[in-house]
């Protein structure tokens, strides 16, 4: 299923590169450290980061 997502993906950006769409699931692919936002944008990112920690652990 991980392999399906990532073609569909990689044809999206392929055809579409410069709509804006592609662009946001671009970002969302590459979860990145938040530049600046709220106290809660800074929560998730934590709680991404000790998931993915523990995750990588398994």
Request: net charge positive.
């Amino acid at each position: 299923m991980k392999n399906l997502i990532q073609q569909t993906f990689r044809k999206i950006f392929k055809e579409n590169p410069s709509k804006l769409s592609t662009k946001a699931l671009e970002r969302a692919s590459n979860i990145q450290r938040p530049r600046a936002g709220t106290p809660h944008e800074w929560e998730d990112y934590e709680r991404y980061l000790k998931e993915f920690e523990k995750e990588k652990s398994d």
